[in-house]
């Protein structure tokens, strides 16, 4: 098992900017695909972005391509969503997830943190 720790959501404006970090300790880091996930009030969870454990390849929903972007710092045990041209339905809480392939479904993932609220206002 890997344990993960998001951080770096916050209140932002609409077309602004943040960066969500996923902490991981545990098992080797490498040895997981990672991806981010996102869930609002009232709605079903949602596949965001996902990295292989190479991080030669990277996954994207239609509705952030061209605004997020997933990477990882080996050295640091970390992965990055970085979420630019942020719109107000982006709002929701954003949760990272360990698993062996970078799925789009949740269900790959066995692994997961607790969570970062992430709120755009327009």
């Known amino acids: 098992q890997v344990q993960l720790v998001e951080s770096g959501g916050g209140l932002v404006q609409a077309g602004g900017s943040l960066r969500l970090s996923c902490a991981a300790s545990?098992?080797?880091?490498?040895?997981?695909?990672r991806g981010w996930f996102r869930q609002a009030p009232g709605k079903e969870r949602e596949f965001v972005a996902a990295?292989?454990?190479?991080?030669?390849?990277?996954f994207y929903a239609d509705s952030v391509k061209g605004r997020f972007t997933i990477s990882r710092d080996y050295a640091k045990n970390t992965v990055y969503l970085q979420m630019n041209s942020l719109k107000p339905e982006d709002t929701a809480v954003y949760s990272c997830a360990a698993g062996q392939v970078p799925s789009d479904d949740y269900s790959d993932y066995g692994s997961w943190g607790q969570g970062t609220q992430v709120t755009v206002s327009s």
């Open positions: 990295i292989s454990r190479s991080g030669g390849s990277t």
């Open positions: 545990g098992r080797t880091f490498s040895t997981y695909a």
